[in-house]
Every structure is written in structure tokens, then in C-alpha cells.
């Protein structure tokens, strides 16, 4: 069974400009969560989609959006991006049930911000 | 809310050693769930091994066990054997299901060094 795919893999942006990554989960999950990690702030949870509905969202400004669609890929934007943005974001996918889930992650994608 | 606590940033181990990594945590629900994973200098994190907060024997898997002292909060990860390529970053993480969703709460990780 293929794992959870992220795409790209690196990216290389300039301060004010807007980004896309995509999360491709296990087949047959239906949530995808997102997670920043950064240096000095660690993991952090960004958001999740279950049956393209987002159920939770973690304190980041909203120039952090996401989207998920029918076949259950999820695709994260941040607009206007800032230096601070730089960071690793991880996707993770899972059945959907938050009481006995474990989350399966992707290689990340790694954002720089010029 | 939720808190994972790791204390220990960095470990140095001799190959074939054991190796515990600690985990501390704080929750007030009485249902919770416990995660250990691995992050390899590539970035992927790789799922080691899960405990259930009712669960009544402590979790193994291969080379990794979870000791779990739930009176105590604690739940450290225990690598039996170690070789070149455990060195990794070790994150602890707890299930934090308030309002429904998919969460992980992490801790700040350990950062474990296999001397050959």
C-alpha cells in the first residue's frame, strides 16, 4: 500500500508571493491533517479535513487556508508569505476516528522564504 | 490542554546499547492516547508505536517498547538493541480529540545519537 505523498518536495519562495502543497493520503483515509515544524516552535497543528469538511483548525493567521477534495487529497495555500513562514509541513492521514486514529505522515515539504 | 514533555534534547548511545527516551505528559481526560514517533534527518516522521490510555500490558513492537507508568504520567520509549540507524529525532505525541478532530499534540523531541 502507497504511503501518504507530498508534492513538491522542496520550494523556494519570495517574501509576498503565495504557495500551494499538495497531500495525497492512504488509500482509504479520509482525514488529512497538516503540521507546521519549525526550529524554535517545534510541531505545530495547522488544520484538518475529513470528508472535505475542515474540523479543526490550530492558531495560525488566516493567510493559511486549505481545501480537501472528493478523492480525499487535501491541498494547503499560504498567501502573502513571510520570512517565518520557512518551515517543514508535514501531512498526515487516518481513517477519521479521533478516538482510535493513528496518523501516517509524508515526507513534507520543505518551504523556504527569501 | 494537553502537554507532552520530553527533558532530554539530545542522547549519545553506543551501538547495540538499550536506550530509554522519556515522555512525560498532561491531560484530564481520562481517555487518551500516547505516540512515539521517528523523524530521520530526511523529514518523513515514521509511526514507532502506540499506547491506549486503558490498555493494560505496555505496547511493543520489535526492537520498541513503550513503558508506561500512568500513575507517574509517563511513557518512555524504550529501544532494545541499538544500531547506526536509529539515530534519528524522537518525538512523543498525544491525541488531543477536543472538538473532534484529528490532533497531535508533539513534545520538543530528543535527538538520539548511535555511536558505532
Given amino acids: 500500500k502507497a504511503g501518504v505523498t507530498q508534492t513538491p518536495r522542496y520550494l523556494i519562495k519570495t517574501r509576498g508571493q503565495q504557495v500551494t502543497l499538495s497531500c ?6 479520509r482525514s488529512v491533517s497538516w503540521y507546521q515544524q519549525t526550529p524554535g516552535q517545534g510541531l505545530q497543528f495547522l488544520f484538518e479535513y475529513f ?8 492558531n495560525f493567521p488566516g493567510r493559511f487556508s486549505g481545501r480537501q477534495f472528493s478523492n480525499s487529497r487535501s491541498e494547503m495555500n499560504v498567501s502573502t ?34 | 490542554a494537553q502537554k507532552i514533555t520530553q527533558t532530554q534534547p539530545g ?29 530521520p534527518s530526511s523529514g518523513e516522521m515514521i509511526f514507532l508505536i502506540y499506547q491506549g490510555s486503558y490498555d493494560q500490558q505496555n505496547a511493543t513492537e520489535g526492537r520498541y517498547s513503550l ?7 509517563s511513557a518512555n520509549l524504550v529501544i532494545s538493541a541499538s544500531q547506526l540507524g536509529d539515530s534519528a529525532m524522537y518525538f512523543c505525541a498525544m491525541r488531543d480529540t477536543h472538538q473532534g478532530a484529528q490532533k497531535l ?12
Fill in chain 1, 81 to 114: 508569505l513571510e520570512l517565518g513562514d520557512s518551515a517543514l509541513y508535514l501531512c498526515a492521514s487516518s481513517f477519521g476516528d479521533p478516538s482510535t486514529d493513528t496518523q501516517y505522515f509524508g515526507p513534507g515539504t520543505r518551504l523556504t522564504v527569501l
Fill in chain 2, 105 to 116: 499534540v508533539f513534545g520538543q523531541g530528543t535527538r538520539l545519537t548511535i555511536n558505532p
Fill in chain 2, 67 to 73: 513503558n508506561f507508568q500512568k500513575a507517574r504520567k
Fill in chain 1, 24 to 29: 495525497s493520503p492512504i488509500s482509504g483515509h
Fill in chain 2, 11 to 39: 542522547m549519545f548511545v553506543q551501538e547495540k546499547e538499550a536506550v530509554t527516551l522519556d515522555c512525560t505528559y498532561d491531560t484530564s481526560d481520562p481517555s487518551y492516547g500516547l505516540f512515539w514517533y521517528k523523524q
Fill in chain 1, 51 to 58: 470528508s472535505e469538511t475542515q474540523r479543526n483548525k490550530g
